[in-house]
């Protein structure tokens, strides 16, 4: 939110430093995060004084050119030089000084420079109309009149002063502070805590200027609610007789330099009470509400309308709508107004209405539409309704002051319920324990007070405190607390001289220092980390192909993004984004992986789950570019099966079972798991969720559960253990299999029927020839590498384990071992 400090300084006389006020609103919990001075003009105004032209002389040989001295009241008579054939001895100038930067001819900016003009000294410019951007004429210097004082300043002359633009990060608790006078009140109430506690805001009589002359006995114009939780109150006033026209330059010049685009003057009136006063406003074209009334109400569900941007949106049933007399909604109650009611320049009569909308219903409707505007965030945040029919007559007085209107009805006021105070009992040992200091009962309410919050029923250890209608959000004790303490000063509460910890046992290892050993793995063989957003679209899991039930979505409202409208319950759309990501610009090439979490609905009982993945994602060439050959052009299932098997290693999970899987949205896998535990799944994607991405080509992916990576990596006890000094024996098998059979299950049988002995099994040729081998059968060659700590195998020890293997395979696989 951005607050002009001119316009501040309308309510509150502060004369601090940009810096100083930024320090104060945010210690105020108004976080400044930013400011910056904003000109008017691009024309240094304020280097521009008016002056008066002691003396005028032509030069010779010139047709054009007069020396002149001029005299800016700054004790400094100056030589200026100048080409205008009207200049005077005796007249009232504008003078631009050295270093101030004008307008040239052409429209660009140059800065005036001391310098000399056919030997003549020139110390400045006597301006012309166009030279100040005050309008186009050229055709001579502007003469002010005789009676104008000397060294005034054309920004101060004209009203265009430099102004302070402050950048604010409002939180959406501080519905207090979305106009520039509950900043002000902010302000007042850190200078009456602070400094001088007599200090006032300044007299705010002109906010009303006018109001006394108002006609008496008027009609009121028929307005009728009827959803009154919707809308608890609306107040309206009918204005004719204006004229619709530019504003004036002060009123564009503020809006403008806290980024509100100027459009006319009766619709920059309710852009500048709103931010002025927080009261949201919206003019109709009287002559467009058919039937002569005013009806607030919803609308059946689908009914068409098109809004203020031409775009036709369908209503739903829950939105509030603004209608006339014959039912024909015209604006989006507190939202976004329509295309045919609004105010256009044939407009000469309208209705100005000032209401107070359900901040549940403004938000829905915003999440529903996708429209976040001005209005609506104000509404969102709960606007004050001790202050509506304030910011209507604020406007109204306005709209007759620049846009010649008058008032032809009585200011129409519907509120079945008045607004009151919230009352919240307070004592001072709950407010100082939770400050961490002991502020005493004057310090309280001294702080109370400068707040405008009143206090009733007083004792000895508390009180009740009668909330103001701006403030909302302060609905508790603790509410209250947090109130006085932002006053108080967070850094203003002493820091404890001791501090008091417990012990606490974390989980070994840590999850970061799993997280550091993997990333480091993974980077040094060439993976690079990536992260996403953990929020996706519900429509990437709906139709016969969805990698995921629609009733396991988590789903959230997302108002700034509707297409991201649920937590990702899997990562892989993630994984395959930043693929496309990379394959849009010529990056095919892929290694990533990275760290994230999966959320789910559980489909017995509802449950929420959330789940701590690792994921690698691998495609394109296996290695780069070399003159060397390589076994592998692409990378494939083995790839990545390879860095899973090395990255369990790494991590020391070395048991493990591996079940194969066909399901979505793979096209093979497998699964390591200890049991029901799953570690992890890994395999091709299938070509459909490849093709719905528009990944070119084939893709490999592995989904670890971190969590239950973790869980394996606690249970490994770190052992040391010498190294074998005595050589290892290898002996090799080739086995004729049926194709079914993998060699996960050779190296399971193996591992079990050898364990003591046996280091390493590796196979190392696939062959298949139905001619030789007979339909549906392929040969294995396989090694078995064993060895023994304690002495050197012989032959027959050798001989007796293969021949165990050999029945085990022959048994239990229904292998034919070839000789």
């Known amino acids: 939110m951005k607050i002009s400090l001119n316009w501040l300084r309308d309510f509150l006389d502060i004369h601090k430093t940009p810096s100083e006020i930024a320090d104060i609103l945010t210690s105020l919990g108004l976080e400044v995060e930013g400011f910056e001075t904003v000109k008017p003009s691009p024309v240094d105004l304020d280097k521009v004084l008016t002056a008066t032209v002691l003396t005028c002389e032509r030069i010779p040989d010139t047709d054009h050119l007069s020396a002149t001295t001029v005299d800016a009241g700054d004790g400094v008579v100056r030589s200026v030089v100048c080409g205008a054939p009207n200049v005077a001895a005796g007249q009232k100038v504008w003078l631009a000084v050295p270093g101030a930067n004008v307008f040239s001819k052409d429209g660009s900016l140059f800065t005036i420079g001391e310098r000399k003009v056919r030997g003549i000294a020139s110390q400045g410019m006597i301006c012309a109309e166009d030279e100040l951007g005050l309008g186009h004429d050229h055709a001579g210097i502007i003469v002010l009149p005789a009676d104008t004082s000397l060294g005034i300043s054309a920004a101060n002359y004209y009203n265009l002063a430099s102004d302070v633009v402050i950048e604010i990060g409002l939180t959406p608790n501080r519905a207090d502070a979305t106009c520039h006078i509950g900043v002000a009140e902010d302000i007042l109430a850190w200078l009456r805590v602070h400094e001088d506690e007599n200090t006032q805001l300044r007299d705010l009589d002109f906010l009303q200027a006018g109001l006394e002359n108002l006609p008496e006995g008027l009609p009121q114009f028929p307005v009728e609610v009827e959803n009154h939780e919707a809308c608890p109150m609306y107040t309206g006033v009918v204005i004719e007789g204006i004229k619709i026209g530019e504003s004036p330059e002060w009123m564009k010049n503020r809006l403008l330099a806290v980024g509100q685009r100027p459009i006319n003057n009766v619709v920059d009136i309710t852009n500048y009470v709103r931010i002025e006063l927080g009261q949201p406003l919206h003019a109709f074209d009287l002559d467009k509400v058919k039937g002569g009334k005013i009806v607030v109400k919803t609308m059946p569900a689908g009914t068409q309308f098109v809004t203020l941007d031409g775009i036709e949106r369908k209503l739903f049933a829950e939105d509030l709508m603004i209608c006339d007399g014959q039912s024909t909604p015209m604006c989006i109650g507190g939202v976004f107004g329509g295309a045919e009611s609004g105010v256009s320049e044939t407009t000469t009569r309208i209705f100005l209405e000032a209401a107070i909308f359900n901040p549940k219903w403004i938000r829905r409707t915003m999440i529903r539409h996708n429209l976040r505007t001005d209005s609506a965030w104000v509404f969102e945040k709960g606007a004050d309704m001790d202050n509506t029919l304030d910011g209507l007559i604020r406007a109204t007085l306005l709209i007759q002051q620049l846009a010649g209107g008058r008032i032809t009805s009585e200011f129409t006021s519907i509120c079945p319920v008045a607004p009151s105070p919230a009352v919240i009992p307070a004592t001072y040992a709950r407010i100082n324990q939770l400050i961490g200091e002991n502020l005493g009962p004057e310090r309280i309410h001294r702080i109370l007070k400068a707040l405008n919050i009143p206090v009733a029923n007083q004792t000895a250890e508390g009180f ?25 000063g967070l850094d203003n509460v002493p820091i404890p001289t001791q501090i008091r910890s417990s012990m606490e046992v974390t989980q070994s290892p840590t999850p970061e220092s799993v997280r550091n050993l993997v990333s480091e793995m993974l980077v040094a063989n060439g993976f690079n980390e990536c992260m996403s957003l953990s929020l996706g679209n519900s429509a990437h899991f709906s139709g016969e192909n969805a990698i995921f039930p629609m009733e396991g979505l988590v789903y959230i409202h997302n108002s700034a993004n509707q297409g991201l409208d649920c937590m990702r319950p899997t990562m892989v759309l993630s994984a395959l984004d930043t693929l496309l990501h990379n394959q849009n610009r010529q990056n095919a090439d892929v290694r990533l992986f990275e760290f994230g979490k999966v959320y789910s609905r559980r489909s017995e009982d509802g449950k929420l789950l959330e789940n701590a993945r690792l994921t690698l994602t691998m495609s394109g060439v296996h290695d780069a570019e070399s003159w060397q050959p390589s076994a592998k052009k692409a990378v494939d299932f083995y790839s990545i099966k390879a860095y899973v098997q090395n990255l369990l290693t790494r991590l020391g999970v070395l048991g493990y079972q591996e079940t194969v899987l066909q399901e979505k949205p793979f096209q093979y896998a497998l699964k390591y798991h200890r049991g029901p535990q799953e570690l992890v799944v890994f395999g091709a994607l299938e070509p459909g969720v490849l093709k719905r991405m528009d990944i070119k080509n084939a893709v490999f992916y592995a989904d670890f559960n971190f969590e239950n990576l973790l869980k394996a990596m606690g249970a490994n006890k770190i052992q040391f253990q010498e190294l074998n000094k005595f050589p290892t024996v290898r ?32 196979l190392f040729d696939v062959f298949e020839d139905e001619a030789k081998l007979g339909n549906g059968k392929k040969s294995y060659a396989v090694s078995f590498v064993f060895e023994d700590p304690e002495k050197t195998l012989q032959d027959k020890e050798i001989d007796a384990l293969m021949s165990q293997l050999t029945d085990v395979f022959e048994g239990k696989l229904g292998a034919n071992i070839r000789k």
């Open 731 to 762: 002996r090799d098998m080739a086995l004729v299999l049926d194709k079914t059979v993998s060699f996960g299950e050779i190296r399971q049988l193996a591992t079990k029927t050898a364990k003591k002995m046996l280091k390493e099994v590796n």
């Open 464 to 488: 009740d405190a009668y909330i103001p209608t701006n403030k909302p959000d302060v609905t508790r004790e603790a509410d209250l607390i947090e109130e006085i303490l932002r006053v108080h």
